[in-house]
């Protein structure tokens, strides 16, 4: 959309933001087929993460609702194993790998707009966060409180929590979907359109695909949001409304300023700080921060933080700033009080992903990561070992390695029961993201060794992986990671639909044996029939 020229133009069912210039609706896009030797088909048989590719598949670019359910059924009755991918990327290979004959590409389906009828924002399947944002923002003054990378498809993150700065203030994007419009296949092998509504017809569906992640029931052609508890028909009041400014902190420590025990110090500092601020009523939940600790060879610690400074008479932005940093800086011998900046929201966006080593743009990479839902505080011995990890002199890499630590969950997220959605873990008040990136095939053995030895070292007490319970909530499937199948890596004996799933998974099981009868649709790490 441009940024200069746009007019709310309203139709007899949606207002939809168009360029001052378009007089005239685009005409339908596609289907398109895209094969082998076709010059696109390079670009377009893998994701960011270079590790997976789809090359025996047809990409078959699709612009309407009707052409995946035609589709869908076409895959159907050659008997053909499809993935679909929603706009943005995977971490895993749910999406690209050689069982798959043909990708759906939804990418294509990217609007974002009010829909009066059903009195919700309507946003298709095949949209990123960098096409959802400002058109909602821009054109109603509201937002979905959901990751900051711009690349990220709306598909898959909402399915699977949805994760951002914002959460801790207005929760998951999940809490905020209304409803879908799926691509279903039934018993009998017939695709079939569906809608399914929270606390609506086929509100089994509804709940299911809220936390259940992507892949797993059908094809997510369209999502319609809506807060749980908004009221009546102004657009400008069904979704939260982002700060009008936040204030911004970005500090920089190099490796060399912080000893073991001041290392310990700041992440410890950062880890209870949150255990012990993140419930729905905590005043802090209008702060979030993001602390990166990097290999040493990757690169220097950051901690980006940002805080609502809309101005009301009960919270004080920058006395709840200065009160985090001297939490957090205590006993690291660093300033305890840091310089900020305030910005429009819209423009911090860029701030984060610039103040962050995130790469999630970068599609020349290869990447692993893995994941871990916190409850309390780490412990000494973790952070020893996190330390000993990240200055290991046997490794080294030029592109992140590294633990981002970020308050994206917590708050009011845990709020919402923990059988309200598919999403179990609401008792959380961290999110560690263990990620590592490289460039060749050459670098698979010695990057997936280092991330798999400080992750299972540092949930060595629990086998391995961050076992539900009274410390951790297991992991998020946003970040899948199939080493969590592997009974070599994963030696707690909980199985790894627990650790993304946990009590819900059950309740997941028979939904997909309803609505997936035939398991058509279906992945690596892919929901099963109960």
């Known amino acids: 959309m441009a940024d200069s020229a746009e007019i709310l133009i309203e139709t007899d069912n949606e207002f ?28 377009l048989r893998t994701a960011f993460n270079r590790r997976f590719s789809a090359d025996s598949a047809t990409v078959q670019l699709l612009g309407t609702t009707e052409q995946v359910r035609a589709a869908v059924q076409t895959a159907v009755d050659e008997g053909q194993l499809i993935s679909i991918r929603g706009g943005g990327h995977c971490y895993s290979n749910f999406v690209y790998n050689d069982s798959v004959a043909s990708v759906l590409d939804l990418s294509m389906m990217n609007k974002a707009y009010f829909d009066r009828q059903r009195n919700a924002f309507a ?88 936390g259940g992640g992507g892949g797993n029931f059908g094809v997510i052609t369209k999502y319609w949001f809506r807060s749980p508890s908004a009221l009546g028909t102004d657009p400008g009041r069904l979704l939260p409304r982002p700060p009008t400014d936040w204030l911004v902190s970005n500090v920089t420590i190099n490796w060399s300023e912080l000893t073991l025990d001041t290392f310990t110090a700041l992440v410890g500092n950062m880890s209870r700080f949150f255990a012990q601020n993140s419930g729905p009523d905590s005043p802090f939940n209008k702060l979030s921060s993001i602390l990166s600790i990097p290999h040493v060879s990757s690169g220097p610690i950051t901690v980006i933080t940002l805080v609502d400074a809309t101005e009301t008479d009960t919270v004080d932005a920058p006395e709840l700033l200065a009160s985090f940093n001297q939490a957090l800086f205590t006993g690291t011998g660093l300033p305890t009080t840091v310089p900020f900046r305030k910005l429009p929201w819209l423009a911090v966006e860029e701030t984060i992903n610039s103040a962050t080593p995130l790469i999630e743009t970068n599609a020349t990479l290869r990447n692993a990561v893995k994941s871990a839902n916190l409850i309390t505080a780490l412990t000494g011995d973790q952070i020893t070992t996190i330390h000993a990890n990240m200055t290991r002199t046997d490794y080294a890499n030029p592109f992140p390695a590294l633990l981002q630590l970020g308050s994206l969950t917590g708050g009011v997220v845990n709020a919402v029961p923990e059988t309200a959605t598919a999403i179990s873990y609401r008792n959380s008040s961290l999110l560690g993201f263990f990620q590592v990136y490289w460039t060749d095939e050459d670098g698979d053995a010695a990057n997936l060794a280092w991330l798999r030895q400080i992750y299972q070292q540092v949930f060595a007490d629990t086998g391995g992986y961050p076992v539900p319970g009274d410390r951790y909530e297991g992991c998020v499937i946003n970040l899948p990671d199939p080493d969590a199948m592997d009974p070599a890596f994963n030696t707690s004996d909980v199985p790894w639909q627990t650790l993304y799933y946990g009590v819900n998974y059950p309740r997941l099981q028979r939904v997909k044996a309803k609505w997936d009868p035939t398991n058509f649709f279906r992945h690596p790490m892919s929901i099963t029939a109960g």
């Open 123 to 210: 946003v298709e399947g095949g949209a990123v966060l960098g096409d959802v944002y400002p058109a909602l923002f821009r054109g109603y003054g509201v937002t979905l409180p959901g990751g900051h990378c711009p690349g990220t498809g709306i598909g898959g993150h909402a399915t699977g929590g949805g994760h951002g700065m914002l959460t801790r203030q207005f929760g998951l994007i999940t809490d905020h979907i209304h409803a879908v419009e799926m691509v279903v296949v039934d018993e009998h092998r017939k695709a079939r359109v569906v809608v399914a509504e929270r606390d609506g017809e086929h509100d089994d569906l509804w709940w299911a695909i809220s």
């Open 16 to 43: 939809i933001l168009e360029p001052l210039v378009a007089t005239t609706p685009a005409a339908t896009f596609g289907p398109v087929t895209i094969h082998a030797g076709d010059s696109r088909f390079p670009s």
